[in-house]
Protein backbone atom coordinates (compact mmCIF):
# COMPACT_ATOMS: atom_id res chain seq x y z
CA UNK A 1 0.00 0.00 0.00
CA UNK A 2 1.71 3.32 -0.58
CA UNK A 3 2.40 5.92 1.96
CA UNK A 4 0.47 9.06 1.73
CA UNK A 5 3.22 11.97 3.21
CA UNK A 6 1.80 14.05 5.91
CA UNK A 7 1.51 17.62 5.32
CA UNK A 8 4.35 19.44 6.78
CA UNK A 9 2.13 22.64 7.72
CA UNK A 10 -0.60 20.91 8.79
CA UNK A 11 1.61 19.16 11.11
CA UNK A 12 3.46 22.24 12.16
CA UNK A 13 0.26 23.26 12.98
CA UNK A 14 -0.56 20.09 15.20
CA UNK A 15 2.83 20.70 17.07
CA UNK A 16 2.77 24.66 17.80
CA UNK A 17 -1.14 23.81 19.11
CA UNK A 18 0.59 21.05 21.58
CA UNK A 19 3.20 23.62 22.57
CA UNK A 20 0.99 26.48 23.11
CA UNK A 21 -1.40 24.31 25.22
CA UNK A 22 1.65 22.59 26.97
CA UNK A 23 3.09 26.24 28.04
CA UNK A 24 -0.67 27.02 29.66
CA UNK A 25 -0.59 23.47 31.39
CA UNK A 26 2.87 24.35 33.08
CA UNK A 27 4.09 26.17 35.94
CA UNK A 28 6.03 29.40 35.41
CA UNK A 29 9.53 29.07 34.36
CA UNK A 30 9.69 26.08 32.99
CA UNK A 31 12.65 25.16 31.08
CA UNK A 32 12.11 21.70 29.16
CA UNK A 33 9.20 19.29 28.17
CA UNK A 34 9.28 15.54 27.38
CA UNK A 35 6.04 14.62 26.41
CA UNK A 36 5.27 10.94 25.32
CA UNK A 37 2.39 10.00 23.48
CA UNK A 38 2.00 5.89 23.68
CA UNK A 39 -0.23 3.47 21.20
CA UNK A 40 -0.30 -0.59 22.15
CA UNK A 41 -2.45 -3.41 22.29
CA UNK A 42 -4.33 -4.85 25.56
CA UNK A 43 -6.58 -7.86 25.08
CA UNK A 44 -6.96 -7.40 21.49
CA UNK A 45 -7.63 -3.41 21.82
CA UNK A 46 -5.64 -0.71 20.49
CA UNK A 47 -5.35 1.61 23.92
CA UNK A 48 -2.84 5.18 23.87
CA UNK A 49 -1.22 7.01 27.26
CA UNK A 50 0.51 10.16 27.51
CA UNK A 51 2.95 10.77 29.79
CA UNK A 52 4.57 14.50 30.31
CA UNK A 53 7.29 15.74 32.36
CA UNK A 54 9.13 19.14 32.70
CA UNK A 55 12.37 20.21 34.42
CA UNK A 56 12.99 23.72 35.60
CA UNK A 57 16.65 24.42 34.81
CA UNK A 58 19.43 21.73 32.62
CA UNK A 59 20.62 19.03 35.15
CA UNK A 60 16.81 19.24 37.28
CA UNK A 61 15.16 16.14 37.82
CA UNK A 62 11.54 15.83 35.58
CA UNK A 63 8.66 16.20 37.47
CA UNK A 64 5.38 14.47 36.49
CA UNK A 65 2.79 17.09 35.32
CA UNK A 66 0.01 14.79 35.28
CA UNK A 67 0.39 13.47 38.90
CA UNK A 68 0.55 16.86 39.92
CA UNK A 69 -2.82 17.89 38.39
CA UNK A 70 -4.74 14.37 39.19
CA UNK A 71 -3.34 15.15 42.92
CA UNK A 72 -2.91 19.37 42.91
CA UNK A 73 -5.53 22.10 43.39
CA UNK A 74 -8.79 22.53 40.95
CA UNK A 75 -7.21 24.93 37.96
CA UNK A 76 -9.48 25.35 35.21
CA UNK A 77 -6.82 26.25 32.66
CA UNK A 78 -4.58 23.85 33.52
CA UNK A 79 -7.50 20.86 33.24
CA UNK A 80 -8.71 22.35 29.86
CA UNK A 81 -4.82 22.89 28.64
CA UNK A 82 -4.84 19.17 29.74
CA UNK A 83 -7.73 18.17 27.77
CA UNK A 84 -6.95 20.03 24.87
CA UNK A 85 -3.11 18.39 24.87
CA UNK A 86 -5.04 14.89 24.96
CA UNK A 87 -7.32 15.56 21.99
CA UNK A 88 -4.25 16.83 19.83
CA UNK A 89 -1.93 13.61 20.27
CA UNK A 90 -5.48 11.83 19.32
CA UNK A 91 -5.34 13.81 16.25
CA UNK A 92 -1.89 13.59 15.50
CA UNK A 93 -1.98 10.11 15.48
CA UNK A 94 -5.47 9.52 13.78
CA UNK A 95 -3.86 11.94 10.92
CA UNK A 96 -0.49 9.92 10.71
CA UNK A 97 -2.41 6.87 10.49
CA UNK A 98 -4.64 8.21 7.54
CA UNK A 99 -1.45 9.12 5.99
CA UNK A 100 0.06 5.48 6.51
CA UNK A 101 1.94 6.72 8.92
CA UNK A 102 1.12 4.12 12.01
CA UNK A 103 3.47 5.06 14.84
CA UNK A 104 3.25 3.48 18.05
CA UNK A 105 5.26 6.35 20.10
CA UNK A 106 5.75 9.49 19.14
CA UNK A 107 7.94 11.84 21.63
CA UNK A 108 7.76 15.72 21.74
CA UNK A 109 10.74 17.52 22.71
CA UNK A 110 9.86 21.44 23.74
CA UNK A 111 12.01 23.74 25.62
CA UNK A 112 10.87 27.39 27.26
CA UNK A 113 12.66 29.29 23.96
CA UNK A 114 10.00 27.49 21.89
CA UNK A 115 12.45 25.38 20.36
CA UNK A 116 10.82 21.17 19.59
CA UNK A 117 12.32 18.20 18.38
CA UNK A 118 9.59 15.02 17.93
CA UNK A 119 10.49 11.59 17.61
CA UNK A 120 8.24 8.39 16.01
CA UNK A 121 8.80 4.97 17.11
CA UNK A 122 7.39 2.16 15.11
CA UNK A 123 7.93 -1.14 17.34
CA UNK A 124 4.96 -2.92 18.64
CA UNK A 125 4.97 -2.17 22.33
CA UNK A 126 4.47 -5.37 23.46
CA UNK A 127 4.44 -4.71 27.59
CA UNK A 128 3.12 -1.19 28.33
CA UNK A 129 4.35 -1.05 32.37
CA UNK A 130 6.38 0.91 34.50
CA UNK A 131 9.49 -0.26 33.14
CA UNK A 132 8.75 0.50 29.54
CA UNK A 133 7.84 3.76 30.83
CA UNK A 134 11.94 3.89 32.78
CA UNK A 135 13.42 2.85 29.79
CA UNK A 136 11.15 5.98 27.87
CA UNK A 137 12.43 8.40 30.69
CA UNK A 138 16.16 6.96 30.31
CA UNK A 139 16.51 7.12 26.84
CA UNK A 140 15.08 11.38 26.68
CA UNK A 141 15.45 12.44 29.51
CA UNK A 142 18.40 15.08 29.34
CA UNK A 143 20.61 15.90 32.47
Known amino acids: MATTKENQDKMNKYFKDLAFHLNNALPENWYHVVLGSFYYI ?27 FWEGTEDDLREDSIDEV ?32 VHFQYDDIDDFNELY ?10 Y
Open 86 to 117: SLILQDIHDYCKKCGDDWREMTFDFYVNGHYD
Open 42 to 68: KEDHLMDNYQIYYQYSPGDDYLDLLKE
Open 133 to 142: INMWQAEHFE
